[in-house]
């Protein structure tokens, strides 16, 4: 079992960055892939970056290729996702899951737990 929370969403220019932050509770952190998903209002929930147990295998949607990363810290039991170069079109509710799975994977109903996400407003 994970419970995640998620911090770190804003109100930020476009062309600016944030860095979201995600804490798990749980004893076995460092055996889920985690993955970041986002919600915009009336469209479906999206993939937007997922990384392995040890990190050293990440996934990205194109939309964010270049300009978002994704990282983890296990000892810390927290994953990061740092947002450069924002868009307008990147505004959304920014989620965490977790997947109790050894392979990366895209879609949301491949994970297991959720957090209740964070809000992220780039404005023009």
């Known amino acids: 079992q994970v419970q995640l929370v998620e911090s770190g969403g804003g109100l930020v220019q476009a062309g600016g960055s944030l860095r979201l932050s995600c804490s798990a509770a749980g004893r076995t952190f460092g055996t889920y892939v985690l993955g970041w998903f986002r919600q915009a209002p009336g469209k479906e929930r999206e993939f937007v970056a997922a990384i392995s147990w040890g990190g050293t295998s990440t996934s990205y949607d194109d939309s964010v290729k270049g300009r978002f990363t994704i990282s983890r810290d296990n000892a810390k039991s927290t994953v990061y996702l740092q947002m450069n170069s924002l868009k307008p079109e990147d505004t959304a509710i920014y989620y965490c899951?977790?997947?109790?799975?050894?392979?990366?994977?895209?879609?949301?109903?491949?994970?297991?737990?959720w957090g209740q996400g964070t809000q992220v407003t780039v404005s023009a």
């Open positions: 899951a977790a997947r109790a799975s050894v392979s990366l994977a895209t879609n949301a109903a491949d994970y297991h737990y």
